[in-house]
């Protein structure tokens, strides 16, 4: 779907301002139906488990590889952020509980830096450590 010709943003009624942001969001498959298996309690630790796994897990780090899939992927065809915040997630806490034990646990804050987009049907191998 070809995007709408350029227009002075200034001059848009309320009701052309809506009509565009609609346009977008329905580009974006807002209006597509999710899959029945995303209804399922367990869709995110599925989701995360089917890009991460591990390759060395020890009391102090894990390394693991992390693959591009299109599930998750965002409109330009590049692993989504939430996809890497929610891996790095699934990683350090694989990290906490080689160091630690299986002992109950949560993630307060998590802080992610993007050096480079990675595209669809690529691998990136992940390292984390734990230091006391």
Do not use: W
Not at 39 to 61: C, F, G, K, P, W
Not at 75 to 101: D, I, P
């Amino acid at each position: 779907m070809p995007p709408p010709p350029p227009v002075d943003p200034q001059r848009l009624s309320p009701a052309e301002s809506r009509e565009r942001t609609l346009h977008f969001f329905h580009g974006l498959g807002v209006d597509v139906p999710l899959p029945a298996s995303a209804e399922r309690a367990d869709a995110y630790s599925a989701l995360v488990r089917a890009i991460v796994s591990s390759a060395t897990v020890s009391s102090s780090r894990v390394s693991c590889t992390l693959t591009i899939s299109p599930g998750v992927a965002n409109q330009y065809n590049t692993l989504h952020g939430g996809a890497v915040a929610a891996a790095a997630e699934a990683v350090g806490m694989a990290c906490a509980r080689a160091a630690a034990g299986d002992k109950e646990m949560f993630l307060g804050e998590l802080s992610t830096a993007y050096l480079a987009a990675a595209r669809v049907n690529v691998s990136i191998l992940e390292k984390l450590s734990y230091t006391l």
